[in-house]
């Protein structure tokens, strides 16, 4: 007959394998999601270290070159396919930091986009491919008035004319 203490440390030893292998297979399903976060590690630490992140494509800190490499796709298919691209942004952005002048940034992103940010950058883009829009009071879901959505839509309501004219 087993003694109290042998058939203890069984059971300890039991429960402990069951919970480390619970605890791989839980790991080995969250394999996508680990990868995801570190990736998304990597690419900041790559961000500051000038290189910016994969999906990074609107941070204030970019210079204009930096924004141009990765913006200037947007003139350029517009230009292709006879599409315009309307570029709207919050002037109440909570999302974006107080000390960055929006309208500034605005303008930065959509000349980004025409192609006159870096000259030595080969790139070709009609410079009405690009639409800005500059919602001063609007937030980022342009939540807090009505009228903030209203010139939003309207906004977008013309673009669309314009494209199935």
Do not use: W
């Not at 298919?77 to 109440?92: I, Y």
Request: include cysteine; hydrophobic fraction near 40%.
């Amino acid at each position: 007959m087993a003694s109290a203490d042998s058939y203890h440390e069984q059971f300890l030893y039991s429960f402990i394998r069951s919970a480390l292998i619970s605890t791989l297979y839980a790991l080995y399903a969250m394999l996508p999601i680990l990868k995801c976060h570190v990736t998304k590690v990597a690419e900041l630490v790559e961000y500051k270290m000038d290189v910016g992140g994969e999906d990074d494509y609107f941070s204030s800190d970019f210079s204009d070159e930096q924004l141009g490499l990765r913006l200037r796709h947007m003139g350029q298919r517009g230009d292709q396919n006879g599409m315009k691209t309307l570029v709207s942004f919050s002037g109440e952005d909570e999302y974006v930091p107080a000390t960055v002048d929006k309208k500034l940034l605005l303008e930065r992103l959509c000349a980004a986009m025409k192609c006159q940010t870096s000259p030595d950058i080969e790139c070709h883009s009609s410079q009405d491919s690009v639409i800005p829009l500059l919602i001063e009071t609007g937030n980022h879901n342009l939540s807090n008035d009505d009228g903030d959505k209203e010139i939003f839509v309207a906004a977008v309501k013309e673009l669309l004319q314009g494209a199935l004219n």
